[in-house]
């Protein structure tokens, strides 16, 4: 696959930085990047910032390997992308479906969502963001790096690539539904970045304030090599400043109550007294249904093993792709 985009944004010079990266990473493997690599001393990192407050590391490993702007380029000009691995958006407004994809026959079968290379680009140069979603199912390096950082956390890990042209802002301040550890890999990139309070809510959505008040926030630059953890609620935005902005969100997404609600639930549903009630519940009354149904929950809680529960609801997430 070769790079064909030959715009301000879209370099295909042999001596640009980021082709010299991949050519450097398609002779070498990049070695395994863990947590250490990125926060430093792990435990400092989980007593004094995890889920509770943004900070900025200086990676003691190089991230310039996991992933460049060329390997985007030669992904897209391939055109065997498929949604939903991919997206493109601008000031939040994602592109629609029907113009970043086309259909492509496949063994006489017409298959819809293959990604449209013209539209992508065209986009990217009006400003647009492209953004790659969960490439560790196909890209080796980020496999690593998400397999290699997920031991140290119980919870779901995904990857998301985001290329960014210069002075746009992708998306207006906004929280994510997990922890997120943003590593930079090319370009610069200033963040904004609020504090944990009565206004962050668990689930992705826009900020409902607006733009983040000054005393509640934080403002930082990141550069390639640089690396933000935000927790969990945390909004922010970003801007791509000097150069095209290449970075790589990792999110850690816990267990929800509904989820940890869900194992408990698929553990009581399989208990033979429960499918014993469901067989004989017309001969009990209303009040001794209630009886029963609740000794059994009551005796599920009080038996759960918290390692194999917190284990079952990461699972649940694997299937999740966003």
């Known amino acids: 696959m070769t790079t064909t985009q030959k715009s301000r944004n879209t370099p295909d010079a042999d001596d640009t930085p980021n082709a010299l990266a991949a050519q450097a990473t398609s002779a070498t493997p990049a070695a395994r990047i863990a947590l250490k690599d990125l926060v430093g001393d792990t435990d400092a ?3 004094d910032h995890w889920a509770t407050q943004p900070a900025v590391f200086r990676a003691s490993a190089d991230l310039t390997g996991l992933i460049t702007e060329q390997e985007m380029w030669e992904e897209v000009d391939c055109g065997l992308l498929i949604r939903p691995y991919f997206t493109a ?43 790659f979603s969960q490439p560790e199912h196909w890209h080796p390096r980020l496999r690593a790096l998400v397999q290699a ?9 995904e990857s998301f ?5 210069p002075g746009k802002t992708a998306i207006a301040a906004h929280m994510d ?32 304030g607006g733009v983040i008040p000054y005393d509640r926030r934080m403002e930082v630059t990141l550069r390639p090599g640089d690396v933000l953890y935000m927790p969990h609620g945390t909004p922010h935005s970003a801007t791509a400043r000097i150069g095209t902005s290449l970075h790589i969100a990792v999110t850690i997404e816990e267990p929800t109550p509904q989820d940890l609600a869900n194992v408990f639930l698929a553990e009581l549903l399989g208990l033979p007294e429960f499918e014993a009630l469901t067989r004989h519940h017309h001969e009990l009354s209303l009040a001794e249904r209630l009886t029963r149904l609740r000794a059994l929950l009551t005796r599920t809680l009080g038996a759960a093993d918290e390692t194999q529960v917190l284990k079952q609801a990461v ?6 792709l966003g």
Do not use: C
């Not at 950082?149 to 890990?157: I, K, M, N, Q, S």
């Not at 690539?161 to 042209?165: E, K, N, R």
């Not at 504090?195 to 900020?207: F, G, I, M, Q, V």
């Open 45 to 47: 990192f989980f007593r």
């Open 89 to 131: 958006f601008d000031e939040g407004v994602r592109t629609a479906v029907s113009e970043m994809t086309r259909s492509r026959t496949i063994v006489g079968h017409h298959v819809p969502g293959y990604i449209n290379p013209a539209q992508i680009k065209a986009d990217f140069a009006a400003g647009g963001t492209f953004k």
């Open 149 to 157: 950082l997920a031991p140290e956390f119980r919870a779901e890990l």
């Open 161 to 165: 690539v985001f290329l960014s042209p």
């Open 177 to 208: 539904g997990s922890h997120v550890l943003v590593l930079q890999i090319a370009g610069v990139k200033d963040w904004v970045v609020g504090r944990l309070d009565e206004t962050s809510t668990s689930d992705s959505d826009r900020y409902t």
């Open 315 to 320: 699972r649940l997430k694997a299937g999740h």
